[in-house]
């Protein structure tokens, strides 16, 4: 028989090098860096790589070598945009425009959240032993402040009991209360209560007088001095009442007094628009201003007529006999 292949000696495995231990950088990781140059560039439709790029070399120990940065760069603008905490407005890849996206945004508010409330988020369980903890020493301290039970039953048999008075004596009637049939005869009428003295009201304060009349008389005054046909423009108006009137220096609050006064006089028909609308266009005396300076003149009361004084009748004179010719005198005789 031929001999048997003798077995091959096991090989020993090779022991793994021992690790080096990782150098810390010397910044902080790219997705970091991206979002501090986003927010700190403020553009608002987005930053581009280059600016990104100049940023992080002046302001990240990131070395002088730009193509490695810029690959690096590359790399985590992608991912970036791929992971949602970047926003990419324009272009594809790796150029274009980039914003911080909606993932990040969320991550930032939960940080400013948690910097304003001060608090730490430890884990759940170390936080309900500690509650638990706590819970435990204060039941502790309380049962050792109160008495036993043998106390407790010892104090109450010494105490004296407090016997329940009877129902009679608790019904006690009260001061307002009136008197009882039985009790009403000899009972003296109750005295009247003090009248109370009425409170005494400060006294108002006078108002000070106003340097300037209403602003609708101011603008009926500015219009009739104006004299312009088609009506007076606001602007013109506030140019006389600044000039003529002791209104202040200070423009804008006039004019919007002058706006409400004139919106308001074409509402009572105190002005007339003759253009525009609202506090704009021109403006006339209204219907019902003219109406007021133009009272109607009342009539004259008619004089009583002095009383002729009757003529006396005149006296119906006699009618002269006719003279008879004398031939008729002849033949009479």
Do not use: W
């Not at 730490?120 to 309380?142: F, G, I, T």
């Not at 109160?146 to 608790?170: A, D, E, G, I, V």
């Not at 009583?304 to 002849?330: L, Q, R």
């Amino acid at each position: 028989m031929a001999d048997v292949a003798a077995p091959a000696p096991a090989k020993s495995p090779k022991k793994k090098a021992a690790a080096k231990p990782k150098k810390p950088s010397a910044h902080p990781k790219y997705s970091e860096m991206i979002g501090k140059a986003i927010a700190a560039l403020k553009e608002r439709g987005g930053s581009s790589r280059q600016a990104i790029l100049k940023y992080i070399m002046a302001n990240f120990n990131v070395g002088k070598d730009a193509k490695s940065v810029n690959a690096h760069l590359k790399l985590a603008l992608r991912a970036g945009v791929k992971n949602n905490s970047l926003k990419q407005s324009k272009g594809t890849g790796a150029s274009g425009s980039f914003r911080i996206g909606e993932a990040k945004q969320a991550k930032r508010n939960q940080q400013r959240q948690r910097k304003q409330l001060n608090l730490r988020p430890p884990s759940l369980r170390r936080r309900r032993a500690h509650l638990r903890k706590k819970r435990q020493q204060r039941n502790q301290l309380e049962r050792k402040k109160q008495p036993s039970l043998k106390l407790r039953n010892q104090q109450q048999r010494k105490q004296p009991s407090q016997r329940r008075q009877p129902s009679h004596q608790l019904k006690r009637r009260q001061p307002n209360q009136k008197p009882r049939r039985h009790q009403r005869r000899n009972v003296a009428a109750p005295a009247p209560a003090p009248a109370k003295s009425p409170k005494k009201k400060a006294a108002a304060k006078p108002k000070k007088p106003s340097a300037h009349p209403k602003y609708s008389e101011m603008i009926g005054k500015a219009i009739a001095a104006l004299k312009e046909r088609g009506g007076s423009s606001r602007q013109a108006i506030l140019k006389y009442i600044m000039a003529n009137f002791n209104v202040g220096k200070d423009a804008k609050s006039v004019n919007a007094h002058l706006k409400l006064a004139l919106r308001a006089g074409v509402k009572n028909n105190s002005l007339k628009q003759s253009k525009g609308t609202g506090a704009s266009g021109s403006f006339r005396i209204g219907e019902a201003k003219q109406a007021k300076k133009k009272p109607a003149k009342a009539k004259k009361a008619a004089k009583p007529k002095a009383a002729k004084p009757k003529k006396a009748k005149s006296t119906p004179k006699k009618k002269k006999a006719a003279k008879k010719p004398a031939g008729e005198k002849g033949s009479q005789a």
